[in-house]
């Protein structure tokens, strides 16, 4: 019986041996090495792949990077040329110390008027009161006699109601200046008696000094009024003066805000409060100011 190799079947005389097992082990070397070169090349290219993108992508964060600082930059630069009201104010502020702590008080009645009025101090300054009041009586007096010179068809109206005559300010201008001056004083006080009598109508009791000084809040809103109507005037506008409607608006506003604060009054009793007063105020003023034309006039 014919022997066969027990590896690959072949039949073999007797005493001889198969090579297949060296034939196999020589054919496989190469293909061995075939296999780890294909591995190792595979591998180098992925490699090379990877740090070639890895680059690519750090090289477009740095681009991307340099780009947006960039654009900070430039929008930086925007603003450091563009005007800012705010950058202005604090320059003026550093540049002059004195004027602007002098002013930050007033300039509070602007930003936070609703605060400021509310969180005032509950015992009244009587020179306050007295310089504010001094100074919208000046300022209004000057700001009448001032734009009585322009013409003003709407200024004239109103000098020829109140006066009877139109050539009262260009005749006798500062009789003029001292007579204004002390209607606008008498105004004041009319007005805050008003807020003291009225206050009775709603279970409260204003004092006259508290309902002073509501005035002299709406005074500061006045003196306002005359600088821009003084400014207009100067700008060559002829009725400039009907901007004081603009401020006995705002002056009504104040006044409603204090009072409902002050007297701790609901919206209604506030508003009903404020139109008694106003109105009162309305035929006292017209008494008042008939009663110091004739005295000023027999002198």
Known sequence: MAKTCFYCGKELE??????????SKTQAA???????????????????????????????????KKEKTKQVWNEER?????????????????????ISKLMRPVMAYIWHPVTTIQNRSQVVS???????????????????IFTSFTDSPFLGMLISLIFGKTDLFSDHPVMAFFVMSAIFWVCVLILALCFTWTSRLVNRKLPFLRALDTVSISSIYMCF????????????????FTLIFVAMV?????????????LALGDNS??????????????????????????????
């Open 14 to 23: 007797a005493g001889q041996r198969c090579s297949c097992r060296g034939s």
């Open 250 to 262: 705002i002056m009504g506003i104040c006044h409603y805000v204090s009072v409902r604060h002050d």
């Open 225 to 240: 009024a005359d600088i821009l109507i003084f400014l207009s005037v100067l700008f060559g506008s002829r009725g400039a």
């Open 126 to 144: 009587i020179p306050k009161v007295l310089l504010i009041n001094s100074l919208f009586a000046t300022l209004t007096s000057l700001m009448v």
């Open 78 to 98: 925007k603003a450091e040329t563009r005007f800012s009201f705010s950058k202005f104010i604090d320059q003026v502020r550093s540049s002059f110390p004195s």
């Open 270 to 299: 506030a508003f009903n409060m404020l139109v008694i007063s106003y109105l009162l105020f309305y035929f006292l003023a017209q008494l008042g100011v008939n009663i110091l034309i004739r005295i000023f006039v027999l002198f």
């Open 30 to 64: 190469p293909e061995t090495a075939q296999a780890s070169a294909s591995a190792t090349t595979s591998s180098a290219s992925f490699q090379e792949a990877a740090s070639t993108g890895a680059f690519s992508e750090g090289s477009k964060k740095k681009k991307a």
